[in-house]
């Protein structure tokens, strides 16, 4: 017999209702503007674009909130800019100046991370709650750096599970409003997901092989000499596809382990991304940026989120308008503690 | 009186309370059916217009109005920042819009096509001969790190070769910079250095047939180092990275091969300019050195054959490559001839 004291299991789906001809117009006017101003309009319309993208994010219908500086996106930008020229330069003549440029940005990984976790959230708010980011750089300079190291001793083969404990560690210590949010996740999900993902690049390689070998073989009884270009440019475009569809399977699979791990409160996400969907996505994507001169850009990121949108829902007990504001100590302390040194969006 | 609904987030619970937002003189009354709070119209914020999104009042106590009647809130908070009335004002007009995407096309163009080549050209020549020095030692000794092993000729035939190439650059600007050195590698190939020191691999050596023919190779490095290339090839590549991040700095997944394919073309672009640019200076230098452009024309077929390179490179290769095709190179060679 059902439990009829249980509050009703309700979903609530989340919608976008942005429409390509008017994300167009915005991120057309970025780009020129950002053109005619070297660069540095880029920041404003980066946050004119999140700002019709959030808003046309709906969920219980009220969409979502970016309210980001653009003049903080500015000085990420530049300090990216920087370390990203800085290694991009150096590399050309002096390998050993573009080594200790990596190993700064390998030590800055945790504070980057914090930052950047820091700075989305604390900008983006669902009707007028906002949320927020505690981690710290210790914890993150242990899950990155300590964990990363246990990653390289093992030889590659604890990477599912510092996938997971990175995943934790960003959901976890997010908060939306007073409500902190916990994690729900199993390394096993990982591993099985980064074995298949292996095995399936093995068994693309082993069918391009044998695709090669026969490729040769028709090619020399035909009495040619030289093998005709056909069997040169195939196989890279069939490790592409085998790439893409990889890709497309972990994006779905690590996406959902993620996404489904997500506790919020009362009310859990639930995301049933398909891996053949995000694959004919990605390709029919590439082919239209190509043959539009990236016209189809636009395009291409109202449909990514109309799709993501239409896999994504909470599911829970408890209503939405439940949700309370951070207040007090918890409110300030993302603004004032860690000072300016955080205000800025160096996102990598 | 102008008046209009909105939906109010008081900003301590995610609640969502209809409201009903007046005009009253200077004042503003919001009205949630039961109670009215009236506040001055100064006090309250409204955002910047984004075509498509709804507008966000900021009220003094932390709630926040969100509302479609843009007409009504344009009347009552007309007053913005100068970036954003002007983005509004563009993409509010499709006509706009499409000249702002003729404006961004020209506008690459003429980034990449004449200021960056016009500049970089300058500021290569503008680093002083000590940095250049400097920075070719550091390639050098990376390469001899690497993929480069000493020399296996002998020391008499290099002497012969250093004292041929000192006459060949006899008068040369900048002639005491010009040294030749030998490195075997694994296959013929020559290049040249920041600070005008030009490597020849035995290989080289051994494939071609006569001096003429080393000559006319080495030629071509002169024209490198005299181009500035290397120098210059850094700075335009650079300066695309830089354009690419200032237009599409956030751009991930598929958008980012909207910017990685462009500038890979045109950076091999760049390359092949800098290569035919190089082949005409070896063609002038030869001729006043009494050899024939015909001794270069012959050197890059017997490479050719050498390195089994595809005779013609097709339309793929012809955008893709760093060199301008063999063929294209031999033919304006006999042309110079």
């Known amino acids: 017999m059902a439990d009829t004291n249980a509050a009703p299991l309700s979903i609530h789906p989340f919608i976008f209702t942005g429409r390509t001809a008017d994300y167009f117009r915005i991120w057309a006017v970025s780009l020129c503007l950002s053109l005619l101003t070297l660069g540095v309009y880029s920041a404003w319309g980066k946050v004119r674009k999140r700002r019709y993208l959030y808003a046309h994010t709906r969920l219980d219908g009220s969409g979502f909130d970016y309210r980001a500086s653009p003049v903080a996106i500015l000085k990420g930008r530049i300090i990216a800019l920087l370390l990203f020229g800085g290694i991009a330069l150096s590399g050309h003549f002096l390998w050993f100046a573009q080594v200790a440029f990596i190993l700064l940005l390998l030590l800055l990984a945790p504070w980057i991370v914090v930052a950047s976790s820091r700075f989305n959230a604390r900008n983006s708010a669902w009707r007028n709650v906002v949320f927020a980011f505690d981690g710290t750089i210790r914890e993150a300079a242990k899950v990155l750096l300590g964990f990363g190291a246990i990653v390289i001793v093992s030889l590659g083969l604890g990477y599912p599970w510092f996938r997971m404990r990175r995943a934790r560690f960003i959901v976890e210590r997010h908060r939306f409003g007073a409500t902190p949010f916990t994690a729900d996740m199993e390394t096993g999900g990982f591993i099985v997901a980064y074995l298949l993902a292996f095995l399936m690049m093995i068994g693309a390689g082993v069918l391009m092989s044998a695709g090669i070998g026969i490729g040769a073989v028709v090619t020399s009884g035909a009495g040619s000499s030289k093998p005709s270009p056909v069997f040169f440019f195939l196989p890279i475009a069939a490790l592409y596809a085998a790439y893409l569809v990889v890709f497309a399977y972990l994006q779905a699979r690590i996406g959902n382990l993620t996404m489904n791990g997500a506790i919020v409160g009362p009310l859990r996400c639930r995301s049933t991304l398909r891996a053949r969907d995000l694959a004919w996505l990605y390709l029919s994507n590439i082919v239209a940026v190509i043959a539009t001169a990236g016209l189809a850009v636009p395009w291409v990121t109202v449909r990514m989120a109309r799709y993501r949108a239409r896999k994504l829902c909470v599911v829970g007990t408890a209503p939405l308008t439940s949700f309370a504001a951070a207040t007090g100590a918890a409110a300030t302390a993302t603004g004032s503690e860690v000072g300016d040194l955080f205000n800025v969006d160096v996102s990598l | ?337």
């Not at chain 2, 966000?56 to 509302?67: A, K, N, T, V, Y």
């Not at chain 2, 092949?272 to 001794?295: I, N, T, W």
Request: net charge negative; hydrophobic share 45%; aromatic share 6%.
């Open chain 2, 1 to 337: 009186m102008i008046a209009f609904d909105g939906i109010l987030h008081d900003g301590r619970t995610a609640t969502a309370v209809p409201v009903r937002v007046e005009e009253r003189g200077d004042d503003i009354a919001v009205c949630d059916g039961t109670v009215t709070a009236r506040l001055p119209r100064a006090a309250i914020v409204a955002d910047a217009p984004i075509p498509g999104v709804p507008r966000i009042l900021r009220l003094p106590d932390g709630g926040r109005i969100e509302s479609t009647e843009h007409a009504a809130i344009a009347a009552l908070w007309p007053e913005h920042g100068v970036v954003a009335r002007a983005a509004y004002a563009v993409e509010t007009r499709w006509w706009a819009v499409f000249a702002g995407i003729a404006i961004t096309a020209a506008g690459i163009w003429l980034v990449v096509a004449v200021a960056l080549p016009l500049a970089a050209d300058p500021v290569a020549r503008s680093i002083s001969p000590e940095v250049e020095l400097y920075l070719g030692k550091q390639a050098l000794k990376s390469l001899d790190a690497t993929v480069m092993k000493p020399s296996q000729l002998s020391a008499e035939e290099q002497e012969e070769w250093e004292g041929k190439f000192d006459a060949f650059v006899e008068g040369e600007k900048g002639e005491e910079n010009f040294v030749i050195a030998f490195r075997h590698a694994g296959r013929p190939n020559a290049f040249a250095l920041p600070g005008g020191t030009i490597v020849v691999t035995d290989e080289m050596v051994d494939a071609v047939d006569n001096d003429d023919e080393l000559l006319a190779v080495l030629a071509h490095e002169i024209g490198h180092v005299r181009g500035r290339h290397a120098m210059r090839l850094v700075l335009q590549n650079s300066g695309i990275a830089v354009l690419m991040t200032a237009l599409a700095g956030d751009a991930v997944g598929v958008t980012f091969l909207a910017v990685a394919l462009p500038s890979m073309l045109v950076q091999s672009g760049y390359s092949r300019q800098f290569e035919a640019e190089a082949d005409d200076y070896a063609f002038a230098h030869l001729k006043r050195h009494g050899v024939s452009p015909q001794a270069f024309a012959n050197v890059m077929r017997r490479l050719e054959k050498e390195t089994g390179d595809a005779k013609d490179d097709g339309p793929v290769m012809r955008y893709l490559g760093t060199h301008p095709s063999s063929a294209e190179r031999i033919r304006r060679a006999e042309e110079a001839r």
